[in-house]
């Protein structure tokens, strides 16, 4: 039986994209995106919590990414999960999860003119 590797986050963008080229001109965005759940308590209280994500955005999502969305941004990112490892400066191995997107919403309002 096939597995499903699917993860859909709204949320608000940490920071502007900063759009990369790698080799063969190939772009790429590394986002940060931040959700918040909120609930109530037992004496009613308001209590939240902010996730934050990292997201990884390839060549025509890259492009749009930078061109269009900035810090505080709202965007519905759809993709899947991935985990990769690196070595860090002690030469330890450290592991991030990252989402891959595959689709991007904007969802903040038009501003008028």
Known sequence: MKGLNKVTLIGNLGKDPELRKLEGDIAVVKLTLATT?????????????TEWHNVVLWRGLAEMAEKYLKKGSMVCIEGKLRTRSYEDKNKEKRFVTEV????????????ST
């Open 37 to 49: 759940e909120g609930y109530k308590d037992e004496k009613g209280q308001t209590h939240t919590h």
């Open 100 to 111: 891959i997107g595959d689709n991007v919403i904007m969802l903040d309002k038009k501003e």
